[in-house]
């Protein structure tokens, strides 16, 4: 299990070098804003490494059909 640390906004961007080195160690530290997490700063050697081809044969035709007006304009808003 990853350790994880939650810290408001100032004291992040005041020990930002620190939490950097933390999270090199391997914690994950949670960034929040008025104690409301927002961000999570992770090492990036944790994504996982993509796969392309995931969705072939997954997809219809209909999948690659123009959006309908109503919907479209939703997206736009």
């Known amino acids: 299990m990853t350790k994880s640390t ?4 100032h004291d992040a961007k005041t020990h930002l070098s620190r939490l950097l080195e933390r999270v090199e160690a391997g914690e994950d ?3 929040a804003r008025a104690g409301k997490p927002v961000a999570r700063l992770v090492p990036v050697g ?9 969705a072939k044969g ?5 999948f690659f059909e123009p959006l ?3 919907e ?5 808003k």
């Open 68 to 70: 309908p007006a109503d």
């Open 6 to 9: 939650t810290m408001n906004v």
């Open 29 to 31: 530290v949670v960034i």
């Open 72 to 76: 479209l304009a939703a997206w736009e």
């Open 46 to 54: 944790d994504r996982p490494q993509r796969r392309p081809g995931l």
């Open 58 to 62: 997954r997809l219809t035709e209909a």
